[in-house]
């Protein structure tokens, strides 16, 4: 006879580990508290900090500029007063470019370089704060310099694409050639450098920490709507509050129309999903840089209404200006809104695996 078997005692059962949710599509647990979070410090609080630090700076720049700008008035009157004369009409501390008159490139790439390095400080300074690794607000990820190549070419590829159209249909004509010559050279790698810098800019400020941290913030929201789904849903709740913010920057663009605004918001969505299917912001700045550089130095169309210094060629657009941009460029163009849809496909279908660019605290 065989013996019976012996039921183990319940002390005696292994004990299974609890399955822990993810931290994507966490709610709330009892660790959380008033400014801590599953992600650390409260998004909420830390966009106070962030936007608190950004209104400090911009204040103590218009309060520099308004003493200098004193100075300067209490200045011109006593040595008007002294010659008899009426005292002269302030000019502006910063000069606007004259009208009709390419924009200069060189202050350009030195606001771009002050911009970007201001925020990329500040980014820093919240990565420290949060505890956070800073490659984590866009810059890190996956080959960089081949995503940012990569973008590049898709960028110069399709602005080219949307100028032959243009010029195809004799919507946009090329008068003739500006630079010859050591210039061309010249002139095409200070406005690259200068749009890399634009590019780094524009999509640090607008997709870096900002939608990171929105990002993160939104979690708790999307989990109530959808707990398998909430990375996924707080990303593009975040992703229409920085389009939106992108589009409201560029309405004080002297030069944009309504057709521009659409295809600038529709740049923004474009730049979102890059970050979405690829993990990082690198593919968006190539594509950025290489847009801005098609358009203003090697094909010499206005880029939002401006043209630049040292552009190759001088161009003129003719027809209805919803078909050819007018004085906007090529983004003034309805022609543009099908280039930007086909940015999206090229997207979906180059890059497979979405990458969420959001992750726990280290």
Avoid at 84 to 99: F, M, N, Q, R, V
Avoid at 163 to 170: G, M, N, R
């Amino acid at each position: 006879m065989h013996p019976i078997p012996q039921q183990p005692s319940p002390e005696e059962l292994p004990t299974q580990p609890a399955i822990q949710p993810s931290p994507s599509v966490q709610d709330s647990t009892p660790g959380e508290s008033l400014f801590y979070g599953v992600f650390g410090l409260r998004a909420g609080w830390s966009l106070l900090i962030y936007f608190a630090i950004i209104a400090a700076i911009i204040g103590s720049v218009f309060f520099v500029s308004h003493h200098i700008q004193l100075q300067r008035q209490h200045a011109a009157a006593i040595a008007a007063a002294k010659a008899g004369k009426p005292a002269p009409p302030l000019e502006p501390l910063l000069p606007k470019a004259s009208a009709g008159k390419p924009t200069p490139i060189i202050g350009i790439t030195f606001a771009e370089l002050i911009t970007f390095s201001a925020f990329l400080l500040l980014s820093a300074f919240m990565a420290v704060i949060e505890r956070r690794n800073l490659s984590v607000f866009g810059l890190g990820g996956d080959h960089p310099i081949r995503r940012c190549l990569t973008g590049a070419f898709w960028g110069i590829l399709l602005i080219s694409l949307l100028i032959v159209t243009l010029h195809t249909f004799h919507l946009l004509t090329f008068d003739h050639l500006l630079d010859h010559g050591l210039s061309i050279f010249y002139w095409g790698a200070i406005q690259l450098f200068a749009f890399l810098l634009v590019g780094l800019t524009e999509e640090y400020t607008m997709r870096g920490y900002l939608q990171f941290t929105l990002t993160r913030g939104m979690v708790s929201l999307g989990n109530r709507i959808s707990p398998a789904h909430a990375r996924t849903i707080a990303f593009w709740i975040a992703a229409v509050i920085t389009s939106t913010l992108f589009f409201v920057l560029h309405t004080s663009n002297a030069g944009e129309n309504w057709l521009g605004l659409v295809g600038v918001f529709l740049a923004g969505v474009v730049f979102i999903f890059a970050l979405w299917r690829t993990g990082s912001l690198w593919w968006g700045i190539g594509f950025h840089m290489a847009w801005d550089w098609g358009q203003s130095f090697l094909y010499g169309v206005p880029d939002s209404g401006t043209l630049m210094e040292g552009r190759l060629f001088a161009t003129h657009s003719q027809g209805n200006p919803i078909l050819s941009g007018g004085t906007v460029g090529p983004e003034g163009s309805i022609l543009c809104i099908p280039v930007f849809l086909l940015i999206i496909l090229i997207l979906l279908y180059t890059h497979p695996s979405p990458q969420p660019p959001l992750e726990p605290l280290s």
